[in-house]
């Protein structure tokens, strides 16, 4: 079955009010639903725009802003929900900084269904800047979701740089992996790129990245942005000759969209120039 994904470049605002929030969020939803998405990318930490609903105390500060966004989670889940409904789409919303009971934080990806289901995978692997300075902890479980299209993964950021968590998924039968991204750096922003082609490449599957994008200088979490989201596939015979369905302008504001089939990676695995998905094991005869 095929399904149009749109993944997004996604502006940081000051946004002051939660309504803005909401008007801001449902147009771009709007602008996917209009060019006929079933699935729907933004990128790690968007959320983070919320903070400026608070004072500059608060959004001026990495602890204060994580607390106080705490009082938002429930009207966050419920807008992306109502969204997810409304417009008949799955909406991967990025990622939100979500409290636990241990009163630490995880960096949490939730996925909206169109049937009203909420799941969500947590990030895994931190960065120094999450490990050092905002003392966030990595999650504990690997997931992969049901839907109508077939089985979908997400690996978070920095995530997608580490071969072995997506391999897992694509084992237990995940043919798209959704890449929710945050970077400041163009370094950054390659190391996740090239990170989501090598496992596009070595699993014979797709992977979508979406990335926050420009300039926001009140936010002391995300100030400054580069990125571009994409579509990467199998490179391979019915595939682009260089893995890139699609590809958005480097930090230009817009929704990447191209359509996919995630049965086709099946095709590929038996069919294919190659067996990268299958000569996987063949690795443990040279290394054990």
Same mark, same amino acid.
């Given at each position: 079955?095929?399904?149009?994904?749109?993944?997004?470049?996604?502006?940081?605002?000051?946004?002051?009010?939660?309504?803005?929030?909401?008007?801001?969020?449902?147009?771009?939803?709007?602008?996917?639903?209009?060019?006929?998405?079933?699935?729907?990318?933004?990128?790690?930490?968007?959320?983070? +725009?919320?903070?400026?609903?608070?004072?500059?105390?608060? $959004?001026? /500060?990495?602890?204060?802003? %994580? &607390?106080?966004? =705490?009082?938002?989670?429930?009207?966050?889940?419920?807008?992306?929900?109502?969204?997810?409904?409304?417009?008949?789409?799955?909406?991967?919303?990025?990622?939100?900084?979500?409290?636990?009971?241990?009163?630490?934080y995880r960096n949490r990806a939730?996925?909206?269904?169109?049937?009203?289901?909420?799941?969500?995978?947590?990030?895994?692997?931190?960065?120094?800047?999450?490990?050092?300075?905002?003392?966030?902890?990595?999650?504990?479980?690997?997931?992969?979701?049901?839907? +109508?299209?077939?089985?979908?993964?997400?690996?978070?950021? $920095?995530? /997608?740089?580490?071969?072995? %968590? &997506?391999?897992? =998924?694509?084992?237990?039968?995940?043919?798209?992996?959704?890449?929710?991204?945050?970077?400041?750096?163009?370094?950054?922003?390659?190391?996740?790129?090239?990170?989501?082609?090598?496992?596009?490449?070595?699993?014979?599957?797709?992977?979508?990245?979406?990335?926050?994008?420009?300039?926001?200088?009140?936010?002391?979490?995300?100030?400054?942005?580069?990125?571009?989201?994409?579509?990467?596939?199998?490179?391979?015979?019915?595939?682009?000759?260089?893995?890139?369905?699609?590809i958005g302008e480097l930090n230009?504001?817009?929704?990447?969209?191209?359509?996919?089939?995630?049965?086709?990676?099946?095709?590929?695995?038996?069919?294919?120039?190659?067996?990268?998905?299958?000569?996987?094991?063949?690795?443990?005869?040279?290394v054990n």
């Open positions: 079955m095929k399904v149009k994904i749109a993944t997004a470049q996604y502006d940081i605002s000051f946004l002051k009010l939660w309504h803005n929030y909401q008007r801001k969020i449902e147009s771009w939803v709007i602008e996917a639903a209009k060019r006929d998405a079933g699935i729907l990318l933004f990128p790690e930490y968007a959320s983070m +725009e919320l903070a400026s609903l608070f004072s500059k105390e608060i $959004y001026s /500060s990495l602890s204060q802003q %994580l &607390a106080a966004m =705490q009082s938002l989670l429930d009207d966050y889940t419920d807008l992306f929900r109502t969204l997810a409904q409304k417009y008949s789409c799955y909406i991967q919303a990025g990622t939100f900084p979500v409290k636990i009971d241990s009163g630490f939730f996925l909206f269904m169109p049937d009203g289901r909420v799941d969500y995978q947590d990030k895994l692997m931190m960065t120094r800047f999450e490990n050092e300075q905002w003392l966030i902890q990595s999650g504990k479980e690997l997931k992969c979701f049901d839907t +109508e299209y077939g089985k979908i993964a997400i690996n978070i950021c $920095y995530d /997608s740089e580490f071969p072995l %968590l &997506a391999r897992k =998924q694509v084992e237990a039968g995940a043919n798209l992996i959704l890449v929710p991204s945050c970077t400041d750096t163009l370094a950054g922003y390659h190391r996740v790129k090239i990170g989501c082609q090598a496992r596009a490449l070595e699993n014979q599957c797709y992977v979508v990245q979406s990335s926050i994008v420009g300039i926001a200088p009140w936010s002391e979490a995300v100030d400054v942005n580069i990125g571009a989201a994409a579509i990467y596939t199998p490179v391979d015979r019915g595939f682009p000759a260089n893995g890139i369905l699609a230009a504001v817009q929704w990447v969209i191209a359509e996919i089939s995630l049965s086709d990676c099946e095709i590929v695995r038996e069919q294919g120039q190659v067996f990268n998905y299958t000569d996987w094991a063949l690795q443990n005869t040279y």
